[in-house]
């Protein structure tokens, strides 16, 4: 399934109906009066958040929502109907901005959370409405409120508790296939991993995690080179960074730091996200090289890092477990959403509207 993240939907609410004018006529009543009713309001668009959906796809084809317009008022005070609202489901972890001026609407996290991004018209009140002392019968109606419309940018940042980064070919695929159910691609050559795959570890009997496995970085990843900013959206939602680093670098450390300088170049609160460091793929050097990478601390913290093969299941539990005892201690908050802080460049944003071909919703 292809794996779309970012889209631009057209959102209009529907429009208020229009009032009446009439008057009454019965048979033995010379003075009915006016009886036109008011127009029925236009139906709102509102998102709901639902956990069953893990991709913006179905916005790749459909971009077109709108809401049913109010029905117009009736002789006899009858006021018009409502139009009915338009509900749109999108994935848990969905931030909608106004597409024209970036302003954030809001920012889906639960399942089942709503968010209405347009209101519908109000409708017309009929002449009814207008009757007054010394106006004994009006003969105008007002026309209904047109309804909300906008551009909206929804963005999907994938929600999970722990997120691998690495370098490409670092063995986040292989871990989280070893940890969860998940099966994303596995291959022995750079930038395998192509979308976020999200898999759901188990430790003990009834406890579980979310773990999602971040297509691999490279140096200037911030500015879009390789797989770029397209993918480090997903970091922010995560509560805990685990950081991959192939046993075989040239430089370890170096890596280290290049991954953290990427993070906080994107957004400078990813940097500061609990983390682990997990030096991978031990089953390729000898025992010398190992021995030399016991000594070794990372950051300002001096974190120790945890050691493992996925291939042959050394310290794979270790981490696991590891990952589960720090979650326990990690606040499950998401970072506001300040303008000046938002680094996300639309170099890769397929949401033009040029092909547009979605049908209405009435």
Same mark, same amino acid.
């Given at each position: 399934m292809k794996f779309i993240d970012k889209v631009i939907i057209e959102v209009r609410a529907g429009s208020g109906g229009a009032g009446h004018c009439s008057f009454r006529r019965e048979k033995y009543v010379p003075k009915g009066g006016p009886d036109g009713g008011n127009g029925g309001n236009g139906g709102n668009v509102t998102l709901v958040a639902d956990s069953h959906l893990t991709t913006l796809l179905d916005f790749h084809y459909r971009r077109h929502f709108h809401a049913q317009n109010g029905a117009a008022g009736e002789k006899s005070r009858k006021t018009g109907r409502s139009g009915n609202d338009l509900t749109v489901r999108v994935p848990v972890g969905t931030v909608v901005r106004d597409s024209g001026t970036k302003r954030l609407l809001g920012d889906l996290t639960t399942d089942g959370q709503t968010l209405t991004i347009a209101r519908g018209g109000i409708g017309g009140r009929g002449n009814a409405e207008f009757k007054t002392s010394v106006n004994q019968a009006p003969r105008y109606a007002e026309p209904g409120r047109p309804g909300e419309e906008l551009m909206a940018e929804l963005e999907l940042k994938i929600i999970?508790?722990?997120?691998?980064?690495?370098?490409?070919?670092?063995?986040?695929?292989? #871990?989280?296939?070893? !940890?969860? $159910? *998940?099966?994303?691609? &596995?291959?022995?050559?750079?930038?395998?991993?192509?979308?976020?795959n999200i898999g759901i570890a188990r430790v003990g009997d009834e406890q579980s995690f979310s773990v999602a496995d971040i297509p691999g970085l490279i140096e200037g990843a911030h500015r879009g080179k390789g797989l770029g900013i397209?993918?480090?959206?997903?970091?922010?939602?995560?509560?805990? #960074?685990?950081?991959? !680093?192939? $046993? *075989?670098?040239?430089? &370890?450390?170096?890596?280290?730091e290049i991954l953290c300088n990427e993070l906080a170049k994107y957004r400078g609160s990813l940097d500061r996200k609990r983390k682990i460091i997990a030096i991978s793929k031990t089953d390729?050097?000898?025992?010398?090289?190992?021995?030399?990478?016991?000594?070794?601390?990372?950051?300002?913290?001096?974190?120790?890092?945890?050691?493992?093969?996925?291939?042959?299941?050394?310290?794979?539990?270790?981490?696991?477990?590891?990952?589960?005892?720090?979650?326990?201690?990690?606040?499950?908050?998401?970072?506001?959403?300040?303008?000046?802080?938002?680094?996300?460049?639309?170099?890769?944003?397929?949401?033009?509207?040029?092909?547009?071909d979605g049908e209405e919703e009435q």
């Amino acid at each position: 399934m292809k794996f779309i993240d970012k889209v631009i939907i057209e959102v209009r609410a529907g429009s208020g109906g229009a009032g009446h004018c009439s008057f009454r006529r019965e048979k033995y009543v010379p003075k009915g009066g006016p009886d036109g009713g008011n127009g029925g309001n236009g139906g709102n668009v509102t998102l709901v958040a639902d956990s069953h959906l893990t991709t913006l796809l179905d916005f790749h084809y459909r971009r077109h929502f709108h809401a049913q317009n109010g029905a117009a008022g009736e002789k006899s005070r009858k006021t018009g109907r409502s139009g009915n609202d338009l509900t749109v489901r999108v994935p848990v972890g969905t931030v909608v901005r106004d597409s024209g001026t970036k302003r954030l609407l809001g920012d889906l996290t639960t399942d089942g959370q709503t968010l209405t991004i347009a209101r519908g018209g109000i409708g017309g009140r009929g002449n009814a409405e207008f009757k007054t002392s010394v106006n004994q019968a009006p003969r105008y109606a007002e026309p209904g409120r047109p309804g909300e419309e906008l551009m909206a940018e929804l963005e999907l940042k994938i929600i999970a508790d722990v997120g691998l980064v690495g370098f490409p070919n670092a063995g986040k695929s292989t #871990l989280i296939s070893v !940890i969860s $159910a *998940a099966k994303p691609k &596995i291959a022995d050559y750079p930038f395998t991993t192509l979308t976020p795959n999200i898999g759901i570890a188990r430790v003990g009997d009834e406890q579980s995690f979310s773990v999602a496995d971040i297509p691999g970085l490279i140096e200037g990843a911030h500015r879009g080179k390789g797989l770029g900013i397209k993918f480090l959206r997903h970091v922010e939602r995560t509560r805990l #960074l685990v950081f991959l !680093i192939d $046993a *075989a670098s040239d430089d &370890i450390e170096r890596d280290y730091e290049i991954l953290c300088n990427e993070l906080a170049k994107y957004r400078g609160s990813l940097d500061r996200k609990r983390k682990i460091i997990a030096i991978s793929k031990t089953d390729t050097i000898d025992a010398q090289t190992r021995r030399k990478l016991e000594n070794i601390t990372f950051g300002e913290d001096k974190l120790v890092p945890m050691f493992l093969s996925s291939v042959v299941g050394e310290g794979v539990e270790a981490v696991k477990w590891a990952m589960w005892n720090t979650l326990q201690t990690v606040e499950e908050t998401f970072d506001d959403f300040n303008d000046e802080d938002f680094d996300g460049g639309d170099e890769d944003f397929d949401g033009g509207d040029e092909d547009f071909d979605g049908e209405e919703e009435q």
